[in-house]
């Protein structure tokens, strides 16, 4: 009787394929039910769409019938959400209520602005957190320790629409207020930049102030766990200075969990820029998303709760696979 053969084991590569396959097998899963929950959420609140689009404006009965009739809002529930998944299958997001443009040309038009700020203001927020966070740990105990951590602890807890309003009453005339370029500055690429930045200063403090925070605490506690390790004492019985020590061998080690955090965060702080945006009418996607909340705009409501949690679910998908490329424990269980 011949020896049955043994199954190779299996291969390092496949079983990475099929650890981004479950994460990104996860990712849909959670798209498909933010899909569901936001057409069912936004249907649920109070108000009526079609007066809300006349408001201001005299209407007839028949008119506002009419009105609900072309957009397909006295159909069933179930018919609605057919259609609408449907539309979104085939990359339609329907057309604007308001502003009588597709959903996803109003969103292009809008997501330039939000990646500008989300995108500045997330280097500055790293850098700065990683820096504090490096140089707290290695002074543990120090004024400069219990200072930065305190003001990191604070700022963290403070609610981005607040501290949005006490940079404008505390800036008032130094700064603009609103937009992202003046109607009067001149056309050239020069002076249309710097209007850019000039207008872009307090919406990026106020999103630096609340998202450096927990860099810098992570990586703090990170350093502080790689600081009491077995090969640091090797490092210095060899007789390396404690400055390489901690720029050679310790913070590359800790930063593993604080780059993981950069990438899992981003998506939140894409979806958190609506406050940011709002307060200071920063023309991205948060302040669509305010606007089309106020005028009852469905379609354009839809649209952009898709795009930020689906930025949200990206960005946790590419943190988890980018865990494990980082991380050899994680590529070896």
Do not use: C
């Amino acid at each position: 009787m011949e020896a049955l053969a043994e199954a190779p084991p299996p291969t390092r590569g496949g079983g990475a394929i099929r650890y981004v396959l479950t994460k990104i097998g996860g990712g849909l899963i959670s798209l498909a039910l933010v899909i569901v929950l936001g057409f069912l959420l936004f249907r649920v609140l109070p108000g009526d769409v079609v007066q809300t689009m006349f408001r201001g404006r005299p209407a007839t009965p028949e008119a506002m019938a009419d009105l609900k009739r072309q957009l397909g809002l006295d159909d069933p529930l179930y018919q609605q959400f057919g259609t609408y998944v449907w539309n979104l299958l085939h990359g339609d997001l329907g057309e604007s209520y308001v502003f009588r443009v597709p959903v996803t040309q109003k969103i292009g038009e809008r997501l330039g602005p939000t990646l500008l700020l989300v995108g500045v203001a997330t280097l500055i927020a790293v850098a700065l957190g990683l820096w504090l966070g490096t140089r707290s740990a290695w002074q543990r105990g120090s004024r400069f320790d219990r200072v930065s951590t305190g003001v990191a602890l604070a700022l963290w807890s403070t609610p981005t629409f607040w501290l949005g309003m006490l940079l404008l009453g505390a800036t008032s005339g130094l700064f603009p207020t609103a937009g992202i370029v003046d109607s009067d500055t001149p056309p050239d690429f020069l002076s249309q930049a710097v209007d850019i930045a000039h207008h872009m200063v307090l919406p990026t403090i106020t999103l630096v102030a609340v998202i450096y925070a927990q860099y810098q605490l992570v990586m703090r506690s990170s350093l502080l766990e790689e600081m009491g390790a077995d090969y640091l004492t090797t490092a210095r019985a060899k007789g390396l200075r404690d400055d390489l020590v901690r720029r050679r061998h310790a913070v590359p080690n800790a930063l593993l969990p604080t780059v993981t955090l950069v990438f899992l965060h981003l998506g939140f702080v894409i979806a958190g820029a609506v406050t940011v945006e709002t307060v200071f009418s920063w023309p991205g996607l948060g302040l669509l998303t305010y606007d089309a909340l106020s005028r009852r705009d469905l379609p354009l409501l839809q649209g952009t709760f898709i795009v930020l949690a689906g930025a949200v679910i990206a960005m946790n998908v590419l943190a988890d696979v980018l865990y494990r490329v980082l991380d050899p424990r994680v590529r070896a269980s």
